[in-house]
């Protein structure tokens, strides 16, 4: 029964979904941002179809909260994807062996399987038109396939965005 429930719970553990991080400053008025804007280098790391992208997605996510959009905004809003490379878990180990008398020799290795991954962070965040100061951030870390359609980057940034905003505002 106790391995039972190891086997369980590492699977539970396994299969759990990504989760969003946020911060923010806990002197400020989240009320009195009702506009928004995004810098003009927003997303500075990704390639101009992954930007508009993710702007469509957060424009709608944010008019969906009852913000506007204005060229003179209450706040700024910059985003960022930084990815590290991560191992396969699986592979298959092939190994050659001798044993004789006195003397022993053995080669093995292993051949990954499956499509490369990657570790994917998003990290969106507020802040100040004046004098540009951070005063809500949120992020959230997911593997993600090497090689991806538009359609299914589309889609990727259509479940994780609304997922990270659904933290602002802080309550």
Request: positive net charge.
């Amino acid at each position: 029964m106790k391995r039972f429930l190891v086997f369980f719970l590492i699977v539970l553990v396994g299969c759990s979904s990504p989760k969003v991080v946020s911060d923010f400053d806990n002197t400020t008025d989240f009320r009195k941002f009702k506009t928004y804007g995004f810098y003009e280098n927003v997303g500075k790391d990704l390639n101009e179809l992954d930007i508009k992208r993710l702007i469509k997605i957060l424009d709608t996510t944010l008019q969906n909260k009852g913000l506007t959009f204005s060229k003179t905004p209450d706040f700024f809003i910059d985003f960022t994807i930084t990815k590290s490379a991560q191992v396969p878990r699986n592979s298959v180990a092939v190994g050659f062996g001798n044993a004789g008398v006195n003397s022993v020799f053995g080669v093995s290795g292993g051949i990954p399987i499956g499509p490369k991954k990657y570790r994917e962070r998003l990290i969106i965040e507020f802040l100040t038109p004046i004098n540009e100061q951070l005063f809500w951030k949120a992020s959230l870390e997911s593997t993600v396939k090497e090689k991806r359609l538009p359609q299914e980057k589309a889609l990727y940034f259509q479940l994780i965005v609304p997922k990270v905003l659904s933290k602002y505002p802080p309550k």
